[in-house]
């Protein structure tokens, strides 16, 4: 049985009809997941019950490599006991919403800026797979760009001026950006910056797309104050509306996005309040050693 493909924006982004990850994919169907995934890089697979940590991680290790979390940051705890499944509830470790004061939720505020999962590491993120075990009853939807149709958008000076440029990636820097502590020397040496080209090819599309995240600290070679100023005008021209999908969610969604042709963020939601159960797998470029 062949899927079919729901557009969500006139830009990117699919709703897959006729899939189920929580049953056996053949080879055929596969393929036109990923061949979906090529073309509209943010694909969405609803269930009507969310699938299980195992049928997630399962689908996932079949689109490439998947992150295991060596590190957590200090105090995370194992509500989710999964090393390829990043936790990112407001819940505690016995499910619990966070108290206010929790540094994790601090930290989990950086979502809320704009990004692409992993920049920070040398091996990038391809896929990143979320999905919805518990979803409060407004706000809290997804944003993506289309980091693709962002550079054929932007303006030929500026296509000039970024081409072969060379971007500093640092985690601890959206951290502190989106309102968290400043991290101790120790954690800041669990996770040093990398450095990424600014713009690259996209291989699965052939399409070249802008690389860039709220991690980026700065340009290799180029002063502080005028690699903000590119890197600001940047990220206000690849945020604009009409380049930006919001995903409204339903529990049981499993969302797909390819963090080399997108940037996504999260959106307020009443934290305190309401509880907010998603649960992440990422893809990597290629398998750590
Ligand atoms: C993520 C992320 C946004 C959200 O899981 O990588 O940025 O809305 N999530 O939870
Ligand atoms: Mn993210």
Redesign the pocket.
């Given at each position: 049985m062949g899927i079919e493909i729901e557009p969500l924006h006139p830009l990117y982004g699919a709703r897959l009809h006729g899939v189920d990850i929580r049953a056996p994919i053949g080879d055929e169907m596969f393929a036109q997941i990923k061949a979906a995934m090529a073309t509209y890089a943010v694909c969405v697979i609803g269930h009507d019950a969310p699938p299980s940590n195992e049928a997630h991680i399962a689908f996932s290790a079949r689109l490439g490599p998947l992150q295991r979390s060596a590190q957590k940051i200090a105090g995370t705890g194992e509500r989710v006991p999964y090393p390829e499944i990043?936790d990112?509830s407001n819940l505690d470790e016995v499910g619990e919403i966070y108290a206010d004061d929790d540094r994790r939720l601090a930290y989990k505020r950086a979502?809320r800026l704009w990004?692409t999962?992993m920049s920070f590491y040398d091996v990038r993120a391809t896929y990143?797979l979320?999905s919805a075990h518990a979803v409060p009853p407004s706000g809290?939807?997804?944003e993506f760009t289309d980091m693709r149709a962002v550079w054929d958008a932007l303006p030929l000076s500026l296509k000039d001026e970024v081409a072969g440029l060379v971007a500093e990636h640092s985690y601890w820097h959206s951290r502190v950006l989106g309102g968290g502590p400043e991290p101790t020397e120790e954690e800041r040496r669990t996770r040093p910056p990398a450095r990424h080209p600014l713009a690259h090819v996209h291989a699965p599309s052939g399409r070249t797309a802008l690389y860039l995240a709220s991690h980026v600290c700065g340009v290799v070679g180029w002063p502080q104050d005028q690699a903000r100023k590119l890197l600001d005008e940047l990220m206000s021209f690849a945020t604009q509306p009409r380049f930006v999908y919001a995903h409204q969610?339903r529990l049981g969604d499993v969302l797909i996005w390819d963090n080399l042709a997108t940037m996504?963020?999260?959106?307020p939601f009443d934290d305190r309040l309401y509880r907010?159960d998603?649960r992440?797998t990422?893809c990597r470029e290629r398998a750590l050693a």
């Open positions: 990043v990112q979502n990004h999962d990143s979320l809290a939807e997804t969610w996504h963020r999260a959106t907010r998603m992440r990422t």
